[in-house]
């Protein structure tokens, strides 16, 4: 499912960037540019790195 549709950035995307290290919409803009054109996907792009952040703390042996 494309979150970003101005930069066709995924929500898989967006949870591998949090997976990653990414924990602010500052950082996710960064890592794949999702957010930085029309702003409409900030709110779902924020939900995301929140839900992605809370479940990754149990998942840390992946590296
Ligand atoms: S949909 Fe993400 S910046 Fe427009």
């Not at 949870?15 to 290290?21: A, I, K, L, N, S």
């Not at 957010?35 to 839900?51: A, L, M, P, V």
């Amino acid at each position: 499912m494309l979150v970003c549709i101005c930069k066709a950035v995924s929500d898989r995307r967006i949870r591998e960037e949090v997976r990653r290290g990414a924990r602010s919409l500052t950082q996710i803009r960064e890592a794949c540019n999702a957010g930085t054109d029309c702003g409409s996907c900030t709110r779902q792009i924020r939900q995301i790195i929140s839900s992605s952040a809370a479940g990754s703390e149990h998942h840390q042996s992946r590296g």
